[in-house]
């Protein structure tokens, strides 16, 4: 089973990349972009059929160390 | 004292560490492997040291901080054993929970490499107790991710019980903005655990023992904890 993880600053955190990131695309003269966040995705497999267990493996991945739940939120998705 | 050095892969400041300790003490300290699941008999101190351990993937000091090593070191802490983590280290002890916060990328999105002043803030521990509170100390950093974040009422709260360590400051030991090198809050430089037998800070003591390359501001810290 395929799921995916994604992890993204809280909101209010500083993310120095995102605003550099900006800034980059702000030199390349791409329009209409108001501001970027940078965030982390990660593709996981999982064994077995089971989505409730998956989706409490991947919460305890997270939890424990995929995020740091002091400035960053998860989500996770299974296909 | 007996003291050892965790050594993860990336780890690049133990030999000074190590050295610190030795001139301090006496006695060289054992270079621990991270993949070791006790600590040596006997470890009064453990030093977590600088660098880039596993290469600050994921998170810097993540990885690490689920090492077999720190489960030992975690332990020793919780029997009221001595832990330094310098720079990566203090990174690491945040990652493990063995100390509150998180370093986040410097604001300014520069890493840092030169001498910095640091008030002290605390002497009244095993590892500060070779300073004198207030005491302006000139320590080297070299960091990119040293911007100390915490959330508002933990922040208040290692502040009324005396957590912090060392602020960032200038040389006339004014702690303000300018001084401020990497956006940490309240120009947090080094915190302690709520038990003060944990200390983690960016700057490297450890490179200021000897006047021959800078000076001797980090000896005290050394000597105190080598008794």
């Given amino acids: ?79 | 004292m007996k003291s050892a050095v965790i050594l993860f892969p990336g780890s690049n400041r133990e030999q000074d560490a190590a050295r610190a300790l030795r001139a301090a003490s006496g006695a060289a300290p054992a270079i621990v492997w991270h993949a070791e699941p006790d600590l040596p008999p006997g470890t009064d101190l453990v030093v977590l040291p600088g660098g880039f351990s596993y290469g600050d993937y994921l998170r810097c000091g993540a990885i690490a901080a689920r090492s077999p090593a720190m489960r030992a070191v975690a332990r020793h802490a919780e029997r009221g054993g001595l832990v330094l983590g310098i720079c990566n280290g203090f990174q690491i002890l945040c990652e493990a929970g063995l100390l509150p916060g998180v370093l986040m990328r410097n604001a300014n999105r520069r890493f840092l490499c030169r001498m910095q002043h640091v008030r002290v803030e605390n002497a009244g521990t095993p590892f500060t107790r070779g300073y004198a509170e207030g005491q302006v100390a000139r320590f080297a950093i070299a960091h990119g991710e040293g911007n100390f974040e915490a959330d508002d009422a933990t922040i208040e709260a290692i502040e009324d019980a005396g957590q912090i360590a060392f602020r960032y400051c200038d040389a006339s030991g004014r702690v303000d903005q300018a001084a401020n090198p990497n956006g940490s809050q309240r120009n947090i430089a080094g915190v302690f655990n709520s038990r003060f037998n944990v200390l983690g800070l960016m700057p490297h003591p450890e490179n200021l023992i000897d006047p021959l390359v800078g000076g001797i501001d980090g000896r005290p810290l050394f000597e105190a904890l080598a008794g």
């Avoid at chain 1, 209010?12 to 900006?22: H, Y």
């Avoid at chain 1, 791409?30 to 999982?46: L, M, T, W």
């Fill in chain 1, 1 to 79: 089973m395929k799921a995916r993880v994604v992890v993204t600053l809280k909101t209010g955190v500083l993310d120095p990349q995102g605003k550099a990131i900006e800034g980059a695309l702000r030199s390349l003269s791409i329009a209409g972009i108001g501001s970027v966040r940078q965030g982390k995705v990660f593709d996981v497999e999982i064994d077995g059929e089971d989505r409730d267990s998956a989706r409490k493996t991947l919460n305890e991945a997270c939890e424990r160390l995929l995020a740091n739940t002091i400035v960053e939120n998860y989500s996770v998705e299974i296909a």
